[in-house]
């Protein structure tokens, strides 16, 4: 459960300063009129994040402020969302403290456990804080927004199985619609692909080829610069006449007469080094005139296929190495297009199935719904007539939405209407009620939800305006049963019978010393609350006939 604990008020209008404790059950404040119950709720609606308007900060003082704490035996999941998309922290178990604070000057600031917070955040934490129900209500209960999930709280329907069933759906379309979009964009494609491969496939390009090729030409290129060179140093090796076959003829001659003299020995070793040294050159020269022979025909085919692939690789925007898995990629896409369709079929075939699926489920929900509305109805209208209301009508109505608006909630649209006389049109709540009937329109409602897991706390802002006798205590006694289901309500009221089915009461008053005039608020012990709701019997005199009436009300409470 969950409550507001504590209120907190620093210079708003006629307040100085206010701490006011609160506890579980039903509290309601009483006061006469003028003294300040609205201020209350001004203040209290500055931590909720209602505008903060100057006119509220206390005359000759620089600032107000407003701190509320509330209480949590667990998080509830959208306030712990929300300080989380905030980045804000709070302790488990730890209270959450709001505080507003509003210059004289214009701006305000807030905070949540003393860390900094924007405004729109304290609206979005609202709902879960306070339900107010008064007025000028435009919140809660009359917004229909929330009516389909107080319906389905009503009828304890667990929508999870639901949700799988559309977001399974929902998945199977968008994979679907991917689907089709790729292969309407592949059709596109389609021919350029086909060009593009028969052009690739034309050349058939091999990996490492342009490293291969390019080495070759460079060979045959350097052969065709070094042959005239080549042929000159030919006739050192070739001819009887050449430098070579003299050193030959004189290593002969040497060789006879070597035998003669150890320095002719000598000499012929040393000859006979340069015929090896030169036999050796003679070799190599002829084995590097060979590989750099070069054939005009292959220099050109060469080249011509180099200048293809790298003319290709700029085409599409790639390195020569890259166009065989460029070849496998078209190929891949190619093959996608002409098994495109069995997908396409497939996925349709999923996607109706999915669909089918959700719509079986969603009927049953919407069957469940219309059960439950009837049960409803029937819950509200025992409720209306001893809230002087028997004339009116309750309706909840359930419609079916268009395709595009279903979602994991199904497929129904629910709102609560009302006909406040026989034989007139059902409407919205807020259209057709006045404020009084609003309110009690709206606890009839909450009587019979007996809703849990709302707000933490429910305020009834006069409630009993323009009832009393019966009515009034017939209000008394369902807020009284409301507090008891939903752990707090609050009650601002002006009726003797409402107040003494208070478990805890409070006393506004307003007082004046000179020019200064303070507002103040009092928990009543059982004394104070006897003279006070006798007060409310008898007005500004309190006769013992009142007393004696305060104590039978409070007896009977």
Not at 44 to 54: F, P
Not at 138 to 159: C, E, Q, S
Request: proline share 3%; hydrophobic share 45%.
């Amino acid at each position: 459960m969950a409550m507001l604990t504590r209120l907190s008020i620093r210079n708003i209008v006629l307040i100085e300063a206010l701490d006011l404790d609160f506890g579980r059950g039903l509290g309601v404040l009483t006061g006469e009129t003028g003294a300040g119950k609205s201020i209350l709720l001004d203040a209290l609606g500055l931590v909720l994040g209602d505008r903060a308007e100057t006119a509220l900060v206390r005359a000759g003082e620089p600032k107000a402020s407003v701190t509320a704490s509330f209480e949590f035996a667990q998080l509830p999941s959208l306030i712990a969302k929300a300080l989380d998309d905030a980045d804000l922290e709070i302790e488990p178990g730890e209270p959450l403290l709001i505080r507003r604070q509003v210059k004289a000057d214009g701006g305000s600031k807030a905070y949540i456990n003393d860390q900094p917070a924007s405004v729109a955040l304290l609206r979005e934490l609202a709902p879960a804080l306070v339900e107010l129900h008064g007025q000028h209500d435009d919140r809660g209960l009359v917004n229909p927004r929330g009516h389909r999930l107080l319906l389905d709280r009503y009828t304890g329907i667990d929508l999870a199985a639901l949700e799988r069933r559309w977001v399974s759906w929902a998945k199977t379309e968008a994979q679907l619609a991917e689907a089709r979009s790729a292969q309407e964009q592949a059709k596109l494609d389609q021919d350029l692909l086909i060009a593009h491969l028969a052009e690739l496939t034309s050349l058939e390009p091999q990996a490492g080829e342009e490293a291969r090729l390019a080495a070759q030409r460079s060979d045959m290129q350097k052969g065709e610069k070094l042959a005239i060179e080549l042929e000159d140093l030919r006739h050192v090796w070739e001819g009887s006449d050449s430098p070579l076959a003299s050193l030959r003829v004189a290593a002969r001659k040497l060789d006879r007469i070597a035998p003669e003299h150890a320095m002719l020995a000598d000499a012929l070793a040393s000859l006979d080094r340069a015929v090896i040294e030169a036999g050796e050159a003679e070799e190599k020269l002829e084995a590097a005139a060979l590989a750099l022979v070069h054939d005009p025909a292959a220099l050109d085919a060469a080249e011509t296929r180099l200048f293809e692939l790298r003319a290709l690789a700029r085409k599409h925007r790639c390195e020569v190495d890259e166009l065989p898995e460029l070849m496998r990629e078209m190929r891949s896409k190619l093959d996608a297009i002409e098994g495109g369709e069995a997908q396409l079929d497939a996925l349709e075939i999923a996607a109706k199935e999915a669909r089918a699926t959700y719509l079986a489920l969603a009927e049953k929900t919407h069957a469940a719904r219309l059960k439950a509305a009837k049960s409803l109805d029937k819950a509200v209208a025992a409720e209306l007539a001893p809230l002087k209301l028997d004339a009116a009508r309750f309706l909840t109505s359930i419609g079916k939405l268009p395709e595009e608006k279903w979602g994991a909630h199904g497929m129904d649209s629910a709102e609560f209407l009302i006909a406040t006389n026989p034989g007139a049109d059902f409407a919205p709540l807020a259209k057709i009620a006045s404020g009084g009937e609003l309110s009690r329109f709206i606890l009839a409602l909450k009587v019979a939800l007996a809703e849990k897991g709302g707000a933490a706390t429910i305020i009834f802002d006069e409630i009993d305006r323009g009832v009393g006798g019966a009515v009034a205590s017939a209000i008394g006694e369902r807020l009284a049963r409301l507090a008891s289901a939903e752990g707090q309500l609050l009650a601002v009221t002006h009726s003797p019978q409402v107040a003494a089915r208070g478990f805890m009461h409070y006393l506004i008053a307003k007082a004046s010393s000179g020019t200064v005039t303070k507002t103040s608020v009092v928990l009543l012990d059982d004394n104070g609350r006897q003279e006070e709701i006798a007060r409310m019997l008898s007005g500004a005199e309190v006769t013992p006939e009142a007393r004696a009436q305060a104590d039978r009300l409070l007896e009977n409470a």
